[in-house]
């Protein structure tokens, strides 16, 4: 059932409810823990553009976000705020907003219709602590109750950094309105994403079109992303499509389809990534990495080219591939390890990848699933025979991660943003920077 979403004059005056809604249409398991039993009402002061929700959870007053944000917003961590709705902050290049979020802030939504979009030339600006993480969640969650993926939708920014679809104006595929993303500007800034926990989000909205957990459009290498934890969303853990943003300390936990998607020309630098699938009876949970090029056209330009260093993609009983690369998309790999996948540890999928010629295996180590073993699959005009070829061709490269692992290179030669990280992996076994701040991940 769509929701009615009304636009509060404390909200968007006259002038600019006009503008918008001529542009865009509106539409509006783990173990199971006690019940909250009461929910005691607290009268909460809630700042403008946003209202009293009119009830509490654990004492602790609820304030409502909705409708469409264009003056600058500050949430603090004395309240918990309700996503109501598709939340958008600014308009799209217009009434530019800035969305603040103090450390220790919770934020939740309580069905597939609410999520929180950053428009082009509005920010976020989510800067926590290890000891103070800004937590993006479901209701359940926060009332102990059972929360599973899927019980909100998630969290989008949109940015005006290329695209390789032809234009510089992309629509989002899951929303109903008109947002959109892409541009020229590459060091577009869209905010910050530091010490970020995004848990039990993700929706179909309708076939082959779905919310992640954190869904990047055309966002620019001006943005801050570190720290963040994608954890049980029912889609893809993070999904870019195109862009140029880089980020660090990556978890992307028990996510039900692909953690690491890459599309429409994405070719920025991602370091320190840790990605687990959990294992879903008679269901299979996707891929460590899918990246294609451009469906439409896989020559498309820029292709899709990320550098990712220092990661470990391991999988799980129903798990597709490991890395699938599709589409003409390019990928360089640094110091990784994957391991435990179903199908296969490495794809690649058509002759027109192939032929790129830019596929690149550095000090990366691969071990098939306990079942089977299997390290390559190929499909529309390439052979396994053509991917040992790639990946043998990889400097200190190896098929058996369980017992040997792969000598390091020095991602820094690669490009400045990297760290020299002398480890293959995603950490450092006594310097392990996933704990302090996480869920989902364990000594």
């Known amino acids: 059932m769509k929701k009615k979403i009304s636009i509060a004059a404390s909200v968007v005056v006259v002038s600019v409810s006009a503008y918008l809604l001529a542009s865009q249409s509106l539409f509006g398991e783990h173990e199971v823990k006690p019940a909250v039993e009461s929910i005691k009402y607290h009268r909460a002061t809630c700042p403008t553009g946003t209202s009293d929700a ?7 007053p609820v304030c409502e976000v909705s409708n469409i944000i264009t003056n600058d917003l500050h949430l603090t961590s004395d309240r918990y705020w309700h996503i109501n709705g598709e ?6 290049n217009n009434y530019k ?46 009332k102990d109750q059972k929360a599973k993926s899927g019980d909100w939708g998630g969290l989008v920014i949109a940015g005006n950094a290329h695209i390789n679809s032809g234009n510089f104006d992309e629509e989002f595929e899951f929303s109903k309105r008109k947002i959109r993303f892409g541009g020229n ?13 995004i848990k039990y989000a993700g929706a179909q909205v309708s076939k082959n079109k779905e919310l992640n957990g954190l869904s990047l459009g055309g966002v620019g290498s001006g943005t801050t992303i570190d720290y963040i934890e994608v954890y049980q969303g029912k889609d893809d853990g993070i999904e870019l499509w195109g862009g140029c943003v880089n980020m660090k300390h990556i978890l992307l936990i028990g996510n039900r389809d692909d953690s690491l998607d890459t599309d429409m020309g994405y070719n920025g ?10 294992f879903v009876e008679a269901s299979e949970t996707g891929s460590g990495i899918e990246s294609d090029n451009n469906e439409k056209k896989h020559s498309a330009k820029p292709i899709t080219n990320p550098t990712l260093a220092n990661f470990e993609f391991l999988g799980s009983n129903g798990s597709k591939y490991g890395i699938v690369i599709r589409g003409g998309s390019g990928y360089t790999l640094i110091n990784g390890i994957v391991s435990g996948f179903d ?12 032929a790129n010629d830019k596929i690149f295996f550095q000090s990366v180590a691969l071990a098939g699933s306990k079942e089977n073993r299997d390290l390559y699959a190929a499909d529309k005009g390439v052979t396994e025979a053509d991917i040992e070829r790639i990946f043998s061709k990889g400097k ?10 792969a000598s390091v290179i020095n991602p820094s030669d690669y ?16 310097n392990d920077w996933r704990f302090g701040w996480s869920v989902g991940v364990y000594k």
């Open 269 to 278: 630098y991602i370091q320190y990534l840790y990605a687990e699938k959990y």
């Open 415 to 430: 490009n400045a943003f990297f760290d020299k990280a002398p480890f293959v992996g995603a950490f450092e076994k006594n």
């Open 343 to 354: 199908k296969a540890q490495l794809a690649i999928d058509d002759s027109a990848t192939l």
């Open 97 to 142: 907003s800035n969305l603040v979020i103090d450390q220790g802030t919770i934020l939740f939504g309580n069905g597939s219709e609410d999520f929180l979009v950053v428009n082009r030339g509005s920010k976020i600006i989510a800067n926590g602590t290890k000891e103070k993480p800004i937590t993006f969640t479901s209701e359940s969650d926060i």
């Open 185 to 197: 500007i590459e060091n577009d800034d869209s905010g910050i994403l530091k010490y970020v926990v």
């Open 396 to 405: 200190y490269c190896a098929t058996n991660a369980y017992t040997t692992e």
């Open 87 to 92: 939340v958008q902050i600014g308009g799209d």
């Open 54 to 60: 009119g009830y509490s959870i654990k004492n602790i």
